[in-house]
């Protein structure tokens, strides 16, 4: 069974500071990685997603695979209070023709003023 | 820019009553997913559908149906309610010929009594 982990938190950041969030992954056949925002009650919003090994940059967002060691990272720069949210890490391996993601269950971040 | 739509968003029922979710998928979408997602849980897949047919099964329970109609909004009918079907459902649209790609909608929250 596919599992995708993540450290539930919550992570607490001041203002200003880099979040790092990680997450990791059992199926070593898996292509897609996506991270997911989750505000409460509300739905995940798709932030990043990433194919390849290395770094991926969009903002203050840096998303980053390590394929070889299963993980991949998601950077929040200059953390905002806005950013206090769940992030769900989201694994693909489109094996059979299935495009349906395992999720993990989120790490909650707080960024205090 | 048009989002994915779902009614009801707030849905109150009863034990053994039956419900109706609708979404509605972003214009020219051709593939809609549902998710039921517990307090503090991970989104789970429950089924999904592309030009109409049913193309992959999850955790959906035989008690809850669900069909693509023409206009391609979807409908998850759920009977025999339980007290544990209580969550929020979210509907979540792509278009197959980027298959990674979900938006996900506002999410109906069910409160089973």
């Known amino acids: 069974q596919k599992e995708v982990e993540q450290n539930s938190g919550p992570l607490s950041v001041p203002e200003g500071a880099i979040a790092s969030l990680n997450c990791t992954y059992s199926?070593?056949?898996?292509?897609?990685f996506f991270w997911y925002r989750q505000y409460s009650g509300k739905s995940p919003e798709l932030i990043m997603s990433?194919?390849?090994?290395g770094d991926k940059e969009d903002g203050r967002f840096t998303a980053q695979l390590n394929k070889a060691s299963q993980y991949v990272s998601l950077l929040i720069r200059d953390s905002q209070p806005s950013d206090s949210a769940t992030y769900l890490c989201?694994?693909?391996?489109?094996?059979?023709?299935?495009?349906?993601?395992?999720f993990g269950r989120g790490t909650s971040l707080i960024v205090h003023p | 820019a048009a989002g994915v739509i779902q009614s009801p968003r707030h849905l109150i029922k009863e034990k053994r009553e039956t419900a109706t979710l609708k979404c509605y998928p972003i214009p020219r979408h051709d593939t809609v997913y549902w998710y039921q997602q517990g307090p503090g849980q991970d989104p789970q897949f429950l089924i999904s559908f592309y030009e109409k047919m049913q193309s992959d099964k999850g955790s959906i329970p035989d008690r809850f149906s669900a069909q693509q109609f023409s206009d391609y909004h979807s409908e998850l009918n759920m009977s025999s309610l339980e007290l544990g079907d209580s969550a929020l459902y979210f509907c979540?649209?792509?278009?197959?010929?980027?298959?990674?790609?979900?938006?996900f909608g506002p999410g109906t929250r069910l409160t089973v009594l």
């Open positions: 979540a649209s792509g278009w197959a010929a980027s298959p990674d790609t979900q938006y």
């Open positions: 199926d070593r056949v898996s292509q897609s």
């Open positions: 990433i194919y390849s090994n």
């Open positions: 989201a694994v693909n391996d489109m094996t059979g023709g299935s495009y349906i993601p395992t």
